[in-house]
């Protein structure tokens, strides 16, 4: 750089954070400018933007931009984690670092050229931890920033601050930012809103598991043909195919499928559960065969693993069984981000080595007005509930008709219920198959067929399930994991200080905490980041000595 001005300082203060960055910046040049610098009547420096024909715009008001920016800043109201959409002359920026519940600033701009511009200009607060600054992002980056830093539990909401001529000058850059923003968004709050009500149980479960979960010694074998059940409608009518496929195909029940394949004299080689919820073991109200073996995710309730003598667990998506499966006992890992067990049980069949995979009874919508495949858990239930003045088609109507957001579609004669969540589940199947090794075949049903994609991985070996015996017992590793919560520093200064401050030991067991924490919140809005903290650490802390005060395991 030439005349370097601010900016050896500016970077100098960035060295630390993103060491890339400073590296892009030093090699940007800053002539022909970009930017010309006025003074406005407060004496501030305001960068004003050159079109392509030479006309200059101010970012900024050219009386006093320092009061505009803390304007802009007063409209953030509960949003810790913050966006600019432009660095301009960093107005906004000094405005949100003098608020202590901004807890995360994101800058995004374009044009490594002009940022070297102005960061030559004067001293921006880049030594601040909470700063950040993304240069010419792609969507796809700015999406996967947003969900590896974004945790609403800490920084409670976000909010995108746009610098208004910035965006004119370049629209399509930020409109594309804020679709990757947008992405990331609804991914994020989909898994929050699941956090909020199922933390508390999820880590009491896991808990609770290891002190029963043994090391099986028969791993499966590779397999090669697999067939994997839901419970759609469109199971009964596709029995007949599957029954005379059943000595070719190795079978895979999704827990809520498994009554109405032993209705049907057809008992599968594994079960699949994911739920957290004890209404998982209504599915198996009708016993399962004790030498079926059960795949469990280690979140699952104690009670459904105790319906088999050969529990597998496998890890999911909590933080908490990755970390059980790194330092514990190791576990397989099967993809459960789908959020229905249909979409775990692909992700296990492929685990298995399955070259191709069948589908049955993955409707995603519900034919003709129907729920489920007969012979399901409701089925009795709505059964023994049925009377004279409440016929079993109005139990299974008031099922269904409780959810407004139903949404009908004709398909030639036929026609099927969507709703949001049953959507989301096929377009998540629909994106899983194509970063599968397994080739997905959906078997015609009265629904839409699955829209499957060609598998882009081949298997350079045949994989197995490997289980191993852990090094220590689990009381003792629970007891481990109680002292490294308890040892966890409080929270002093902001968040960002304090995840930084943490070291790679205490950053691993603090992610541990956060879907638990999700729910604390939930229950709890009024408390505060650090009485957040304090009251998961408590919480956990109890629940631990109660169970390992406990001579058994209570379901």
């Not at 895979?252 to 079960?271: K, Q, R, Y």
């Amino acid at each position: 750089m030439d005349n370097p001005g601010f900016l050896k300082s500016n970077l100098q203060a960035l060295a630390e954070v993103d060491p890339e960055l400073v590296a892009r910046l030093t090699a940007a040049r800053t002539k022909p400018p970009r930017y010309r610098f006025l003074c406005s009547r407060s004496g501030a420096l305001i960068p004003a933007i050159r079109d392509p024909a030479g006309s200059a715009h101010p970012l900024h008001s050219l009386v006093d931009p320092v009061r505009e920016g803390n304007r802009l800043i007063s409209t953030v109201k509960d949003a810790g984690f913050l966006v600019l959409f432009g660095l301009g002359g960093g107005f906004a920026l000094a405005a949100a670092l003098e608020r202590e519940d901004i807890q995360h600033v994101l800058v995004i701009d374009y044009d490594m050229q002009s940022i070297a511009e102005l960061l030559d200009s004067k001293p921006y607060h880049l030594a601040d931890p909470r700063v950040h600054i993304l240069v010419d992002p792609s969507p796809e980056l700015i999406e996967g920033y947003i969900l590896k830093h974004y945790q609403p539990v800490l920084y409670r909401g976000i909010q995108v601050i746009p610098l208004r001529t910035r965006i004119d000058a370049e629209p399509e850059q930020f409109s594309a930012a804020a679709q990757g923003i947008n992405a990331a968004i609804a991914h994020i709050t989909g898994d929050h809103s699941v956090q909020a009500h199922f933390g508390a149980r999820w880590f009491s479960n896991i808990l609770r598991n290891l002190l029963s979960a043994k090391p099986a010694t028969d791993p499966f074998p590779r397999i090669n043909q697999a067939a994997i059940c839901a419970a759609g409608p469109s199971l009964d009518m596709q029995l007949p195919l599957l029954a005379g496929k059943r000595q070719d195909c190795f079978l895979i029940a999704t827990d809520t499928s498994l009554p109405s394949l032993l209705h049907a004299g057809l008992e599968p080689d594994a079960v699949v559960s994911i739920d957290c919820q004890h209404i998982s073991y209504y599915h198996f109200m009708q016993r399962l065969p004790s030498h079926i073996p059960l795949y469990l995710d280690l979140a699952s309730p104690p009670v459904v693993a105790s319906q088999t003598q050969d529990p597998r667990f496998f890890s999911g998506g909590h933080p908490l069984t990755r970390y059980v499966s790194q330092y514990w006992q190791p576990l397989v890992w099967v993809d459960t981000s789908g959020g229905n067990v249909t979409y775990a049980a692909v992700s296990l069949a492929d685990c298995l080595g399955a070259e191709q995979v069948e589908l049955y009874g993955a409707d995603f919508a519900y034919p003709l007005g129907r729920s489920y495949a007969r012979g399901t858990y409701l089925t009795p239930f709505f059964d023994a509930r049925q009377t004279r003045f409440t016929p079993l088609e109005a139990l299974w109507s008031t099922f269904l008709y409780r959810n407004p957001e139903l949404k009908r579609i004709q398909q030639g004669d036929a026609w099927y219920y969507e709703t949001p969540t049953l959507s989301r589940y096929r377009r998540l199947l629909e994106e899983k198959t194509a970063s599968l090794y397994s080739r997905v075949i959906s078997i015609e049903g009265m629904t839409a067929p699955l829209h499957i994609k060609t598998p882009q991985k081949t298997r350079s070996s045949s994989p197995r399930m490997s289980f191993s015996e852990p090094g220590i017992a689990a009381r003792d590793f629970i007891a481990g994991y109680r002292e490294a919560i308890r040892a966890l520093p409080r929270l002093r200064g902001t968040v960002q200080e304090y995840l930084q401050g943490l070291s790679a030991a205490q950053g691993r067991i603090f992610t541990t905490l956060l879907p638990l924490a999700a729910t604390v919140q939930y229950r709890s809005p009024s408390l505060s980041t650090g009485e957040l903290i304090e009251t998961v650490r408590t919480f956990c802390l109890d629940k631990i000595d109660t169970l390992l005060g406990s001579e058994t395991v209570v379901s």
